[in-house]
């Protein structure tokens, strides 16, 4: 046991949840949840956090990290006309599609085969609409977004992974100085929530479809990169039954979907956290451990949220993903042949169009699929 063990795994932890807490905020808002069921999500699913990696870490002896979906929260976000009772039906679904794909492998492959252009494309265009609404924070209250903006930009350039970290630490505490804050809430233990889920087809088509599809393009399939990266080989199978699991169960207390980590499995894995490869699962049980702090304190946290400048939130959410929205442009252009469906995929996206009460991202989805197969069908003949 080393201290690095102990300093890594909660660095990481920390970067994972404070850095995409306030997109748990703006999706519970974009569902008009209530604050006692934005408090259950955040305490549910970091006790899916907890329970995903500890299991994961100690049973299989490697620092398999979890964490929750951020781009799925942005897809749930930019998402228009869902209910909160809506949006935990489909993170049912989404949960049950996740336990089958890693029970049949034919479905991993099939999803793997979706080409990256298209998922990237897809992601990028839901990452949009977070990025310009940071941009119009900035003549809401140019005097409070601005010094943070520049605090973000400066901070980045000695360490990128605590540059929203040190936004959102310092917005709140200049929140409160300036007189932005009007109370500062009590700390109370957390409780959850139980909301009964409605299965929509729409919600179904255009939520847990989409959701299902960024999550393994995202999140599962960069996670399991990440691990084999720094040199172990993931049972693949066994962390997508139990983050598909976890899913299941948290669902029901408004968590969305878990799933493997990439950046805060990158912290986890390297020479940093233990030069050992062999000691480095020991990040997993103090990973989990800080989760379960925060599944403690959630209702406090969402509390602090619910009291700060709108601008903030946004602010913070806008910046906390320019790094995955870079990344995912990137990705989408990166394939010259396939760069048209692409921008097809991501145009589609970010216009936010809703045709028969089914989402932009489904319609982006097979608008980019359609090019692609136009692509594929000319070159045959």
């Known amino acids: 046991m080393r201290f690095s063990v102990i300093a890594s795994a909660v660095v990481a932890a920390v970067v994972g949840f404070g850095g995409t807490l306030a997109l748990i905020i703006a999706a519970a808002q974009a569902l008009s949840a209530t604050q006692a069921e934005t408090a259950s999500w955040v305490t549910a699913i970091c006790l899916a956090m907890f329970a995903a990696t500890g299991y994961l870490s100690w049973r299989y002896k490697m ?21 909160m009772q809506q949006a935990v039906g489909a993170f049912i679904v989404t949960a049950i599609a996740i336990i089958i794909t890693g029970l049949i492998k034919p479905i991993s492959a099939f999803v793997s085969r ?29 005097l409070f977004v601005l010094p943070l903006v520049a605090l973000f ?12 970290l040190a936004v959102l630490f310092g917005g709140v505490i200049f929140a409160i100085l300036s007189g932005r804050v009007a109370s500062i809430p009590h700390i109370e233990l957390s409780t959850v929530t139980v909301i009964m889920p409605v299965f929509d087809v729409r919600a179904m088509i255009g939520l847990a479809l989409p959701l299902y599809l960024v999550t393994m393009a995202s999140q ?32 029901p207390f408004g968590a969305h979907t878990s799933n493997m980590a ?120």
């Open 220 to 251: 599962n399939l960069p996670g399991f990169a990440v691990l084999r990266a720094a040199g172990y080989e993931p049972p693949t199978s066994a962390a997508l039954l139990v983050t598909g699991l976890v899913s299941l169960i948290s669902a």
């Open 153 to 164: 930009f400066i901070i980045r350039l000695f360490n990128p992974a605590m540059a929203v």
């Open 262 to 381: 990439a950046i805060s499995a990158a912290i986890c894995t390297g020479p940093d956290a233990h030069p050992d490869p062999g000691k480095r699962w020991l990040t997993g049980p103090f990973y989990a451990l800080s989760y379960l702090i925060f599944a403690i304190f959630g209702a406090s946290l969402v509390a602090l949220f619910a009291v700060l400048p709108p601008p903030l939130i946004a602010l913070v959410a806008g910046l906390a993903l320019i790094g995955a929205f870079t990344n995912a442009l990137a990705l989408a252009l990166k394939t010259e042949p396939e760069r048209l469906a692409a921008i097809v995929t991501f145009a589609v996206t970010a216009s936010g169009i809703t045709i028969g009460g089914i989402g932009a991202a489904f319609w982006a989805l097979v608008a980019g699929l359609a090019v692609v197969f136009v692509d594929h069908a000319k070159k045959r003949f």
């Open 63 to 83: 620092p398999i990290i979890s964490a929750w979906s951020t781009p799925g929260l942005a897809l749930i976000g930019g998402s228009i006309g869902f209910s």
């Open 114 to 142: 979706i080409p990256a252009s298209i998922a990237s494309g897809m992601l990028a265009g839901v990452l949009f609409a977070f990025l310009t609404g940071a941009a119009r924070t900035i003549p809401v209250d140019p």
